[in-house]
């Protein structure tokens, strides 16, 4: 696994492996921490079957919620470049996508506009399901 430096800006905020009376808790601290961080290089059936060995420890985790919403705090507003590994269930791609459908919620809200948009727990549903076809 190659490691990359890279810059988030954190406002503050902690990853959700840091500093939480929860993290004790957490399916992923009594396993290899590898498995939730496949190589990123490329998609690749390999880091599919990675993740989804991830997401079916996530699934069992009592404190999964809290870390998904530790992580999307921490996250927001980053790119997808700037995400890595498997967090509260979610891939790099579903957090991302999942942080820029708030954004949009938020923007439109600000803007008082009455789209015909799905709400955010259909959203959230939909992206927490994943992957269980």
């Known amino acids: 696994m190659t490691t990359t430096a890279i810059s988030v800006p954190t406002q503050g905020l902690t990853p959700p492996t840091l500093a939480q009376d929860w993290v004790d808790e957490a399916m992923c601290s009594q396993v290899d921490p590898e498995a939730f961080f496949p190589d990123t290089a490329g998609r690749t059936a390999s880091q599919a079957r990675q993740y989804d060995t991830a997401r079916s420890i996530c699934h069992q985790c009592p404190v999964m919620q809290q870390c998904r919403e530790q992580v999307m705090e921490f996250e927001r507003g980053t790119s997808v470049y700037q995400r890595?590994?498997?967090?509260?269930?979610?891939?790099?791609?579903?957090?991302s996508d999942l942080d820029s459908s708030r954004l949009?919620?938020?923007?439109?809200?600000?803007?008082?506009?009455?789209?015909?948009?799905?709400?955010?727990?259909?959203?959230?549903?939909?992206i927490r399901d994943a992957g269980h076809s």
């Open 84 to 95: 890595f590994g498997m967090f509260g269930g979610l891939t790099p791609a579903e957090r």
């Open 104 to 126: 949009s919620e938020q923007e439109t809200d600000a803007g008082h506009s009455h789209s015909a948009t799905q709400p955010s727990s259909y959203r959230m549903k939909t």
